[in-house]
Nanobody, 126 residues
Framework: MQLVESGGGSVQAGGSLRLSCAAS???????????MGWFRQAPGKEREGVAA???????IYADSEKDRFTISQDNDKNTLYLQMNDLKPEDSAMYYC??????????????????WGQGTQVTVSS
Protein backbone atom coordinates (compact mmCIF):
# COMPACT_ATOMS: atom_id res chain seq x y z
CA MET A 1 0.00 0.00 0.00
CA GLN A 2 1.31 3.42 -0.94
CA LEU A 3 0.48 6.61 0.90
CA VAL A 4 1.61 9.92 -0.57
CA GLU A 5 1.20 13.12 1.40
CA SER A 6 1.04 16.60 -0.07
CA GLY A 7 -0.02 20.09 0.88
CA GLY A 8 2.66 21.00 3.38
CA GLY A 9 4.46 24.31 3.26
CA SER A 10 5.40 27.45 5.13
CA VAL A 11 2.77 29.74 6.60
CA GLN A 12 2.57 32.46 9.19
CA ALA A 13 0.92 31.93 12.54
CA GLY A 14 -2.84 32.10 12.22
CA GLY A 15 -2.79 30.75 8.71
CA SER A 16 -4.27 27.55 7.30
CA LEU A 17 -3.11 24.54 5.34
CA ARG A 18 -4.86 21.46 3.99
CA LEU A 19 -2.84 18.29 3.84
CA SER A 20 -3.77 15.45 1.52
CA CYS A 21 -2.86 11.77 1.55
CA ALA A 22 -3.49 9.71 -1.56
CA ALA A 23 -3.80 5.97 -0.97
CA SER A 24 -3.16 3.38 -3.65
CA UNK A 25 -1.86 -0.11 -4.37
CA UNK A 26 -3.82 -2.09 -1.80
CA UNK A 27 -7.37 -3.25 -1.71
CA UNK A 28 -7.74 -2.17 1.88
CA UNK A 29 -11.31 -1.26 1.26
CA UNK A 30 -12.05 -4.91 0.56
CA UNK A 31 -11.77 -5.54 4.28
CA UNK A 32 -14.90 -3.51 4.76
CA UNK A 33 -13.38 -1.39 7.47
CA UNK A 34 -10.15 0.56 7.74
CA UNK A 35 -8.59 3.42 9.67
CA MET A 36 -6.41 6.28 8.52
CA GLY A 37 -4.64 8.88 10.57
CA TRP A 38 -2.33 11.85 10.70
CA PHE A 39 0.76 11.93 12.88
CA ARG A 40 3.49 14.54 13.22
CA GLN A 41 7.05 14.67 14.42
CA ALA A 42 8.98 17.80 15.30
CA PRO A 43 12.79 17.79 15.52
CA GLY A 44 13.95 16.20 18.75
CA LYS A 45 10.48 15.00 19.66
CA GLU A 46 8.62 11.74 19.39
CA ARG A 47 6.01 11.24 16.72
CA GLU A 48 2.54 12.02 18.02
CA GLY A 49 -0.97 11.37 16.78
CA VAL A 50 -2.97 14.31 15.53
CA ALA A 51 -6.24 12.88 14.19
CA ALA A 52 -7.66 9.64 12.85
CA UNK A 53 -10.78 8.41 11.10
CA UNK A 54 -12.31 5.06 10.25
CA UNK A 55 -14.21 3.96 7.18
CA UNK A 56 -17.51 4.79 8.85
CA UNK A 57 -16.40 8.36 9.49
CA UNK A 58 -15.79 8.13 13.22
CA UNK A 59 -12.99 10.47 14.23
CA ILE A 60 -10.60 11.07 17.08
CA TYR A 61 -8.39 14.09 17.71
CA ALA A 62 -5.56 14.97 20.00
CA ASP A 63 -6.91 17.34 22.64
CA SER A 64 -4.74 20.24 21.58
CA GLU A 65 -5.88 20.04 17.94
CA LYS A 66 -9.57 19.18 18.06
CA ASP A 67 -10.75 22.77 17.83
CA ARG A 68 -8.40 23.75 14.99
CA PHE A 69 -7.91 20.65 12.84
CA THR A 70 -10.44 18.63 10.87
CA ILE A 71 -9.81 15.19 9.40
CA SER A 72 -11.90 14.02 6.47
CA GLN A 73 -11.82 11.56 3.60
CA ASP A 74 -13.00 11.30 0.03
CA ASN A 75 -13.74 7.64 -0.56
CA ASP A 76 -14.14 8.09 -4.31
CA LYS A 77 -10.67 9.61 -4.57
CA ASN A 78 -9.08 7.35 -1.93
CA THR A 79 -7.76 10.49 -0.31
CA LEU A 80 -7.43 11.56 3.30
CA TYR A 81 -7.34 15.21 4.30
CA LEU A 82 -6.32 17.29 7.28
CA GLN A 83 -7.59 20.84 7.36
CA MET A 84 -5.46 22.88 9.75
CA ASN A 85 -6.61 26.31 10.83
CA ASP A 86 -5.18 28.91 13.18
CA LEU A 87 -1.76 27.36 12.88
CA LYS A 88 0.81 27.99 15.59
CA PRO A 89 4.62 27.76 15.52
CA GLU A 90 4.38 24.66 17.70
CA ASP A 91 2.48 22.94 14.89
CA SER A 92 5.68 22.94 12.83
CA ALA A 93 6.61 19.34 12.12
CA MET A 94 6.79 16.63 9.52
CA TYR A 95 3.26 15.33 9.07
CA TYR A 96 2.71 11.68 8.22
CA CYS A 97 -0.27 9.79 6.92
CA UNK A 98 -0.90 6.27 8.24
CA UNK A 99 -3.37 3.50 7.44
CA UNK A 100 -4.44 0.09 8.67
CA UNK A 101 -6.98 -2.53 7.55
CA UNK A 102 -8.97 -4.13 8.88
CA UNK A 103 -9.57 -1.58 11.56
CA UNK A 104 -12.70 -0.66 13.46
CA UNK A 105 -11.69 1.98 15.99
CA UNK A 106 -9.49 4.91 15.01
CA UNK A 107 -6.71 5.50 17.52
CA UNK A 108 -3.74 7.83 17.82
CA UNK A 109 -1.13 5.18 18.57
CA UNK A 110 1.65 4.44 16.09
CA UNK A 111 1.72 0.65 16.57
CA UNK A 112 -1.88 0.45 15.36
CA UNK A 113 -0.84 1.38 11.82
CA UNK A 114 1.27 -0.68 9.46
CA UNK A 115 1.27 1.61 6.44
CA TRP A 116 2.98 4.99 6.41
CA GLY A 117 3.70 7.75 3.98
CA GLN A 118 6.97 9.64 3.62
CA GLY A 119 5.67 12.81 5.20
CA THR A 120 5.11 16.44 4.26
CA GLN A 121 6.75 19.34 6.07
CA VAL A 122 4.72 22.05 7.76
CA THR A 123 6.51 25.16 9.00
CA VAL A 124 4.68 27.89 10.87
CA SER A 125 6.47 31.15 11.53
CA SER A 126 5.56 33.64 14.24
Amino acid sequence: MQLVESGGGSVQAGGSLRLSCAASGYAYKNYGTYCMGWFRQAPGKEREGVAAINSAGATIYADSEKDRFTISQDNDKNTLYLQMNDLKPEDSAMYYCAAEAPCWTPVLMEPAYNYWGQGTQVTVSS
